[in-house]
């Protein structure tokens, strides 16, 4: 059994920062990459950020790019969100989740492995 758990969440005012954290534990398992997605009510999964398991390249979503950065503690097993200059339209649960499919790292189908979210507020 893999568990991907996530903390740091929180309510913040605007231009705040969070750092999220996603520990993953259990069984081994083999990943191309892990990555950030969020969800707003009312709105679709979308996808945030991703590092990439074997070289580490980053890759983020226009709308993000500039303000988080995603980071791993390979011995920690756990990966980072850092968010800084958050706005009130970051507000979503957070998940992190960890890409065991070939494929596009923006497709939540390409992820097996979820984690069950952490809440995001930012107040304006």
């Known amino acids: 059994q893999v568990q991907l758990v996530e903390s740091g969440g929180g309510l913040v005012q605007a231009g705040d920062s969070l750092r999220l954290s996603c520990a993953a534990s259990?069984?081994?398992?083999?990943?191309?990459?892990m990555g950030w997605f969020r969800q707003a009510p009312g709105k679709d999964r979308e996808f945030v950020a991703v590092?990439?398991?074997?070289?580490?390249?980053?890759d983020y979503a226009d709308s993000v790019k500039g303000r988080f950065t995603i980071s791993r503690d390979n011995g920690k097993n756990t990966v980072y969100l850092q968010m800084n200059s958050l706005k009130p339209e970051d507000t979503a649960v957070y998940y992190c989740?960890?890409?065991?499919?070939?494929?596009?790292?923006?497709?939540?189908?390409?992820?097996?492995?979820w984690g069950q979210g952490t809440q995001v507020t930012v107040s304006s």
């Open positions: 259990g069984r081994t398992f083999s990943r191309y990459g």
């Open positions: 590092i990439d398991w074997s070289d580490g390249s980053t």
């Open positions: 989740a960890a890409k065991t499919y070939i494929g596009s790292y923006y497709y939540t189908s390409k992820y097996a492995y």
